[in-house]
């Protein structure tokens, strides 16, 4: 018998399998609105120019492959510091910082996650009610129990916040609470500075461990306003953690480039943390590959490729938000009559639209328009091109 003839099929991804039902969909006017994607004007996956240009100074000064560092590119890791903390901040000056660079900003929360466990061993995890449907399967594989703690309110087309302050207060001591710096995933929904103040209190009264995943830096108000929550976080005197992302950001999904950083109370503090990340990546994949995080640190570093990256991104976010404006106007043309201007309060790539699951499925299926069971689309992949059928194929679901 084989070793394996008991091992059980494993559900499919649900937003992978969705792109696998779009690949086979035969209707010419289908879209795809469930994978979480930026594409531009016509639909495709970017080349950022600025990731271009680093590349094509990379491939000119071109260089052996030896091994990185365990912990990545001292360039990088420092670069994504300034991001992350502000340039030249105290915090960076005290050396407070433990910084890694990791495997996307999945194997960013993966090393937080193996660090967390070994530190924090019986602690519970509390995520979003919805939140990335990764956090879950994650936190969960790092032996951790996660539960949820609420988050989206659809009668209020909002966050009930109310809800969500009573669960981190009355969570125990040393309880892991992830939190989306910015551009929530699923919902689109954020929480106003007057509420992350509170949260912040929350978590310092109640000593939580807060865990921000920042996937979307630069998608909601711009950087330096979306990284303002880390800064806040700082100034409360709270140690935390700190998952960064620039697979979108840089358009640089497969590269995989990530880090992870842990603020920590002094420097001394910070070097111990560092030597723990370190043994988690060891243990894992031994060290980092090169190419992505060389593309960025060289992006973050080069004045002019830096005002450039900073002007792309911009791009991205200016014509995310031309189409939540678009969408709710071309749904109003199409003889919508419920106000969807929600939509265009909602931040970064997502939207909950509020559509029920057999709305989303009549999309799906009569009008080849795929957006995820939950109702968020990714209104980061409309354009010109779709958002009229788009909004006309809701009208007739709603
Ligand atoms: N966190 C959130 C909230 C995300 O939406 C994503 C990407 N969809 C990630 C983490 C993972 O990012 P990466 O692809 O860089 O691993």
């Given at each position: 018998m084989s070793l394996f003839a008991a091992v059980e099929m494993a559900p499919r991804d649900p937003i992978l399998g969705l792109n696998e039902q779009f690949n086979a969909d035969?209707?010419?006017?289908k879209v795809n609105l469930g994978v979480g994607v930026y594409t531009d004007e016509n639909g495709k996956l970017p080349l950022l120019a600025c990731v271009k240009a680093a590349e094509a100074q990379l491939v000119e000064a071109a260089r052996a492959r030896g091994y990185l560092p365990i912990d990545g590119i001292a360039a990088y890791d420092k670069a994504v510091q300034g991001l992350v903390f502000g340039e030249g901040s105290d915090i960076l000056a005290a050396g407070r910082v433990a910084t890694v660079q990791a495997l996307g900003g999945t194997g960013g929360l993966k090393v937080g996650a193996d660090f967390l466990k070994k530190v924090n061993p019986g602690a519970k995890v509390l995520i979003s009610?919805?939140?990335?449907?990764n956090h879950r399967a994650l936190f969960t594989n790092a032996g951790f129990t996660v539960e949820t703690y609420p988050y989206y309110d659809a009668s209020r087309q909002g966050v009930n916040f109310d809800a969500m302050l009573a669960a981190l207060n009355g969570a125990a001591a040393g309880t892991i609470v992830v939190l989306h710096?910015?551009?929530?995933?699923?919902?689109g929904y954020d929480i106003s500075t007057a509420q992350w103040d509170a949260v912040i209190e929350a978590v310092k009264a109640r000593k939580l461990v807060a865990f921000l995943d920042?996937?979307?830096?630069?998608?909601?108000?711009g950087i330096a306003e979306d990284g303002a929550v880390i800064g806040r976080f700082v100034q409360a005197g709270i140690d935390f953690f700190v998952s960064t992302s620039f697979s979108k950001s840089f358009s640089l999904?497969?590269?995989r480039v990530g880090a992870l950083s842990v603020v920590c109370e002094n420097k001394e503090e910070a070097a111990r943390v560092l030597s723990q990340l370190k043994i988690v990546i060891r243990t894992n994949y031994s060290n980092p590959p090169t190419h992505g995080a060389q593309v960025v640190a060289t992006v973050l570093t080069t004045p002019a490729l830096r005002q450039q990256w900073e002007q792309e991104l911009a791009g991205m976010r200016n014509r995310i938000k031309a189409m939540r404006t678009a969408l709710v106007e071309r749904l109003k043309a199409a003889g919508?009559?419920?106000?969807?201007?929600?939509i265009t309060t909602q931040r970064g790539?997502?939207?909950?639209?509020?559509?029920?699951k057999p709305q989303m499925e009549r999309l799906r299926g009569e009008?080849?328009?795929?957006?995820?069971?939950?109702?968020?689309?990714?209104?980061?992949?409309?354009n010109e091109k779709n958002i009229g059928y788009v909004a006309e194929s809701i009208a007739k679901v709603i």
């Open positions: 035969p209707n010419p006017a009610d919805p939140s990335w449907e710096a910015c551009c929530h995933n699923p919902t920042m996937a979307y830096q630069g998608f909601g108000d999904y497969g590269e919508v009559k419920q106000d969807l201007s929600f790539m997502f939207s909950y639209s509020g559509l029920t009008f080849g328009v795929y957006g995820v069971d939950s109702g968020r689309i990714c209104v980061a992949a409309l």
